[in-house]
């Protein structure tokens, strides 16, 4: 079993910058896939960034990019995301999720991942 803990959302104005932390535990030496996804009120979740944690490819979704980034330290098993020049279209609850190795991954499927945090909110206001 793998644990994560998401932290670092909160309430911030437009174009400001905030950093989620997502902190992993158990059986982390087999996971090979992490992201972020978040997730509006009555919507499905989007994925927005991920990584292959085994390697250094990462991916940004469209919706953010040149704005958000996407890091791992091995040594602190934690997963972060750097989201800079907040819009109100960021306001959403953010999720980090971990999945174990497979051929086939689909990266932006949230189906594909296997744990998931519990979320931490972000509020962007004008």
């Known amino acids: 079993q793998v644990q994560l803990v998401e932290s670092g959302g909160g309430s911030v104005q437009a174009g400001r910058s905030l950093r989620l932390s997502c902190a992993s535990s158990g059986s982390t030496d087999r996971v090979y896939y992490m992201g972020w996804f978040r997730q509006y009120p009555g919507k499905e979740r989007e994925g927005i960034a991920m990584?292959?944690?085994?390697?250094?490819?990462?991916f940004r979704a469209d919706s953010v990019s040149g704005r958000f980034f996407i890091s791992y330290d091995n040594a602190k098993n934690t997963l972060y995301l750097q989201m800079n020049d907040l819009k109100l279209e960021d306001t959403a609850m953010y999720y980090c999720a971990a999945a174990l190795y497979n051929p086939h991954f689909s990266k932006w499927n949230p189906t594909e991942y296997q744990y998931w945090g519990r979320g931490t909110q972000v509020t962007v206001s004008s």
């Open positions: 990584a292959f944690i085994k390697s250094e490819l990462k």
